[in-house]
């Protein structure tokens, strides 16, 4: 709905940016990435090949896809002060988005002057924090990073100290692609304003975890995965979905702003589990999940007809996460580690791009109030 002023709630269908890194289609259910149909590149490239496409705009040579590699290894160790930080918040069990939050804050400490070694360093430095936190919390030392292990094997690596398998890696990568980027998500649009401001890379990017922490945009996975627990059987899924509906409770993982057809990444990442959940997991519970989703997509046809609700990438991400054993507090953390990439060269483009982004409001409050003179009390 348009009001006279044409504002638009939730600026739903506006267009505030140009953008060459995604496109995101969302009746036909497509997502291209750097010119890729997401289907051809992201159980293909190394996460590190993703991160460059879209920074660079170019596929790397080997020989650039090595050096940028090693660059981005180079960075992953943590500054003292954010391993203190990461320290006194295993102390209160804090939230670990809030932390990873606080946390990427502190990389304004010794941060490289160069844009790009500032872009490594967050990008680097944030699976860092994650895999230190985690460990702190569960009175574990954290495991320094190596530099001989890719992005997506080093932060399995630093959570339990086992290098991963390759099926796991790539079942990581895959995930790590596919949410690299997507339009002008809230989280992206948050870092494009800050940055479009003049402001730094750091505030940019704590700004964007700040908004991908919300259950409406990277904190569904968690509780799509706690349903799927809940309901533990195929038989008690109709009943269950059926009265979270009726209580009027949203079905976390189905439903996008966008997509009104079928989410693609849904696609991807449904594949990837059943890859990795066929070769190192648990298939009744990938089963399980497929039955979930058919009953949601029935049930949701039934009880919201013609809201065109279908299944999000959070729900597989859910999936195949809990596959590659990552707790499910550390679902969004790990999408963030991804989308840094993204929010980051959404920077570069709204720094060339050079304007501020300032749009404007309706005011829709009273006018012509009259300032009457109140007696102060005076204290005697
Ligand atoms: N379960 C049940 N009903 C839903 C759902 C859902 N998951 N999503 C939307 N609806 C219903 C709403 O209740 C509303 O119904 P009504 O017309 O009877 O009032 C109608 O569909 C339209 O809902 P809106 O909130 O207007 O849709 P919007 O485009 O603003 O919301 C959103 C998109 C926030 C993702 C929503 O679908 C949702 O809350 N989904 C669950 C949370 C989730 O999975 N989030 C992850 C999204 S993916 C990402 O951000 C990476």
């Not at 720094?351 to 005697?380: L, N």
Request: proline share 6%; aromatic share 8%; charged share 20%.
């Amino acid at each position: 709905m348009t009001t006279k002023n044409g504002f638009i709630p939730g600026l739903e269908g506006v267009v505030a940016a140009q953008t060459r890194l995604s496109s995101v289609d969302g009746q036909r259910g497509e997502l291209i990435i750097g010119g890729f149909a997401l289907e051809e590149l992201a159980g293909k490239a190394t996460f590190e090949e993703t991160v460059y496409l879209l920074w660079f705009g170019e596929v790397p040579t080997p020989d650039q896809c090595l050096e940028f590699r090693a660059r981005l290894a180079a960075q992953r160790t943590l500054p003292t002060p954010t391993l203190d930080l990461l320290r006194a918040a295993a102390q209160h069990q804090a939230e670990p988005m809030d932390v990873l939050r606080m946390a990427a804050g502190t990389l304004s400490l010794n941060a490289p002057t160069d844009r790009h070694e500032q872009a490594l360093a967050l990008l680097g430095r944030l699976p860092t924090a994650v895999a230190a936190y985690w460990r702190l919390c569960q009175g574990q030392e954290p495991i320094a990073p190596r530099t001989d292990l890719g992005h997506a094997a080093n932060y399995l690596y630093m959570l339990t100290g086992d290098e991963p398998s390759p099926a796991r890696v790539r079942g990581l990568e895959t995930y790590l692609n596919t949410v690299i980027d997507h339009g002008l998500n809230a989280s992206t649009f948050t870092a494009r304003v800050i940055i479009s401001t003049g402001s730094d890379l750091v505030s940019a990017i704590t700004g964007a975890i700040g908004a991908l922490k919300g259950p409406l945009h990277g904190g569904a996975p968690g509780p799509a995965l706690d349903t799927v627990f809940e309901i533990g059987s195929p038989d008690r899924a109709d009943a269950i979905l059926r009265e979270k509906l009726t209580r009027g409770e949203r079905l976390m993982g189905f439903g996008h702003r966008v997509y009104k057809v079928y989410d693609p990444r849904a696609a991807v990442l449904s594949l990837a589990a059943r890859e990795m959940y066929e070769t190192d997991g648990d298939m009744t519970l990938y089963d399980l999940a497929r039955h979930v989703e058919e009953t949601a997509l029935r049930v949701l046809e039934e009880l919201k007809p013609g809201r065109n609700l279908q299944t999000n990438v959070e729900f597989y991400t859910a999936l195949l996460l809990h596959g590659l054993d990552l707790p499910v507090a550390l679902f969004t953390p790990t999408f963030a580690i991804s989308r840094a990439a993204g929010w980051i060269a959404h920077c570069f483009e709204q720094i060339e791009a050079g304007r501020i982004i300032r749009p404007q409001s309706e005011y829709v409050g009273v006018k012509g109030r009259r300032w009457d003179k109140h007696k102060i009390p005076t204290s005697s």
